[in-house]
């Protein structure tokens, strides 16, 4: 605890990207704000910052450190919180990741819902297909489809996940619709990519029966945001997996159709992602319960829609 104020500093320093600066904010002069933090990488035989005259950059293992002290004064901070205010108060910063499309489409308002139960928090949200990283990416909470592979967090599903082959009215009204997968080739197709390589085989099931389609590279829209992916099916240039929580909006406006409703997708279930710690936020957890609540009810009304879908 002798140590919180150099951390302090070093946190607001990372934030500012001034040293300087950091210190005039806790009051100290800038020959004094550099002595704290001396002390603290000699404490730590580490060295937190590369520092020139015009700029503060983190080095590696100054990054790292930074994630678990916010992580660190974060608890405190709440802590603090719920003893001056009650524990029924809930504020403070929350940083949330999830994918583009859900996160433009579906998360965004949900996050808007939720802030105003909760007023006191301040909602930070990242978008992106990549996985993050919650430690050094300084998140709170990730939502993400299919199964984690990173056994180090925990993973609370939040709700199943039916992936659907879709494309507008105006493409199946110029181009028709396949009935099998065995049809797939002669349509136009369109992919989401990553790093670890494009997302072009999609399997399928129907009573028992097992089929799939790899999408030829060279002949698909390809692209890493699956908001766009959306978009492009939603202009009439192809075929696109999306799933259901993406498109629910699109289907229920008409601007999508699900093609071969009686063939089923591998499902990816939706879960939510945090740091395993025996600590949890009151706001994560606020964030969490309201969640699953909005989820199960948000899936009512999903499933009806594919069911008039399947039916038409």
Not at 38 to 66: C, D, Q
Not at 179 to 188: C, K, N, S, V
Not at 234 to 240: F, P, R
Not at 283 to 312: N, P, S, T
Request: contains cysteine.
């Amino acid at each position: 605890m002798q140590n919180l104020g150099d951390i302090r500093l070093f946190v607001e320093a990372a934030s500012l990207g001034s040293l300087s600066a950091a210190g005039r904010k806790m009051g100290l002069s800038p020959a004094a704000a550099s002595a704290r933090l001396v002390k603290l990488e000699a404490l730590l035989n580490t060295r937190l910052f590369e520092r020139t005259t015009r700029r503060l950059r983190l080095t590696a293992e100054g990054a790292l450190y930074l994630a678990h002290c916010q992580q660190a004064l974060d608890a405190l901070d709440d802590a603090h919180a719920a003893l001056q205010a009650g524990r029924s108060a809930v504020g403070g910063k929350l940083r949330i990741a999830a994918t583009s499309d859900f996160g433009r489409h579906v998360l965004q308002g949900w996050l808007e819902e939720f802030n105003r139960m909760h007023p006191q928090i301040t909602l930070a949200l990242i978008l992106g297909d990549a996985v993050s990283n919650l430690l050094l990416d300084d998140l709170d909470l990730a939502i993400r489809f299919g199964v984690p592979q990173n056994s180090s967090m925990v993973a609370r599903p939040l709700a199943s996940n039916r992936r659907v082959l879709c494309a507008a009215p105006a493409y199946i009204a110029a181009h028709g619709m396949p009935t099998h997968p065995a049809e797939l080739p002669r349509f136009a197709c369109i992919v989401l990519s990553s790093a670890s390589g494009m997302a072009n085989e999609w399997r399928f099931e129907k009573d028992g029966q097992r089929e799939s389609f790899i999408v030829p590279p060279a002949g698909a829209r390809e692209t890493n945001d699956g908001a766009v992916a959306r978009e492009w099916a939603i202009n009439g240039h192809g075929i696109v997996m999306k799933s259901i929580w993406d498109i629910g909006a699109d289907l229920q406006a008409g601007r999508l159709r699900v093609l071969m409703p009686d063939w089923r997708t591998p499902d990816a279930p939706v879960h939510a992602l945090y740091q395993r710690t025996r600590y949890m936020a009151p706001r994560v957890r606020a964030l969490l319960d309201f969640l699953i609540a909005r989820f199960e009810q948000a899936g009512v009304e999903l499933e009806a829609i594919l069911r008039q879908g399947d039916g038409a």
